[in-house]
């Protein structure tokens, strides 16, 4: 039970953490990009209104997909993944609920999700 309450109040931690990084980016990058690695990595502000890798899935179908998608993942790692009572793999899956958890919110919610780390030659627009 004590690992269930960890996994939930770092969840709950982990969003509100994704969600205030990407107001604090939406206001400092409205006017430009930030270079952080010559042209290869820098901060840019873009709204993804498709699904993983812009691809142009919108409106109904993909918030279906992206409920879909979560209640899967939770799922597994419920029946598979907890019961080997594995730190390592109860970190990595709060990281990576908490990101879907955040991502189906603004997906679903808001319309579109906020990316702000750009990769040259990886396309987040």
């Known amino acids: 039970m004590r690992r269930i309450a ?4 770092s969840l709950l931690g982990l969003i509100s953490f994704d969600f205030f990084s990407k107001q604090y980016f939406e206001t400092i ?5 930030i270079r952080l690695l010559w042209e290869f990595f820098k901060l840019h502000l873009s709204y993804n209104t498709g699904i993983a890798f812009s691809l142009p899935i919108t409106g109904l179908p993909l918030q279906i997909v ?6 899967w993942l939770i799922t597994y790692y419920f029946r598979e993944e907890y019961p080997k009572k594995s730190y ?10 908490a990101w879907a958890l955040s991502h189906a919110y603004e997906r679903i919610f808001v319309g579109h999700v906020v990316d702000f780390i750009a990769v040259k030659y990886f396309a987040i627009m």
């Open 66 to 71: 992206t409920i879909i998608l979560v209640i």
């Open 6 to 9: 960890i996994i939930l109040i």
């Open 29 to 33: 990058l409205q006017s430009s990009d």
């Open 88 to 97: 390592l793999l109860d970190v990595w899956y709060t990281l990576v609920i």
